[in-house]
């Protein structure tokens, strides 16, 4: 199973995918500044058999062939340093996104849920996967809104979300049963 990020953040994601998931994780970050940043004072670790921190443009690896077809989970969180709307955010950024997935691969991004700028995102993610494979999260208090979507539409029943997020609370700890009260296909 093979995790990348496109935005670093402050690494949270990046960790816990590592070490708590065990997954191959691949984060992609523009900035040197913020890999020295997470590594020196938010504890990331150096790069071995299961971490890959590359300095690299997003929208140049979402259009390269090599990553085509071999990511299983990637998460999109492209914001510059004033945080008003994500970097990159056009259709076809997005449909090079769906290229990278395997076939049964999924998207989260981040975004701003409560700006004009959430709805225009939402319609430039669905235009490039499919109204069909566009799930959301309700925003946070704080305005931001994860949007899920899938390589391939699937529409999974409630039960069977359900015996899902009870196998992630039993696995890893995670309150998955209250996330699918505010989960919902965004079309």
């Known amino acids: 199973f093979h995790v990348v990020q496109l935005g670093l953040g402050a690494a949270a994601l990046t960790k816990f995918c590592r070490r708590k998931l065990r997954m191959k994780t691949t984060a992609i970050e523009l900035n040197p500044q913020v890999v020295a ?22 929208q140049e690896v979402v259009a390269h062939a090599h990553w085509a077809g071999q990511v299983d989970a990637l998460q999109v969180d492209l914001y510059d340093h004033e945080a008003a709307a994500p970097v990159l955010d056009s259709e076809d950024f997005y449909r090079g996104c769906r290229s990278l997935l395997t076939e049964d691969g999924c998207m989260t991004v981040n975004l701003f ?3 004009s700028s959430f709805e225009r995102s939402c319609k430039r993610i669905a235009a490039a996967f499919g109204e069909e494979a566009v799930w959301a999260f309700k925003p946070t208090r704080e305005g931001n809104t994860v949007v899920l979507a899938l390589r391939e539409p699937q529409h999974p029943s409630r ?4 015996e899902r997020a009870e196998q992630i609370e039993a696995r890893w700890g995670l309150p998955a049963r209250k996330w699918l009260r505010v989960f919902k296909p965004a079309a």
Not at 159 to 162: C, E, G, R, T, W
């Open 113 to 115: 849920g409560r700006t």
């Open 37 to 58: 940043a997470c590594r020196l004072w938010f504890k990331l670790p150096r790069d071995d058999t299961r971490l890959s921190v590359i300095l690299g443009d997003a």
């Open 159 to 162: 039960a069977l979300l359900s």
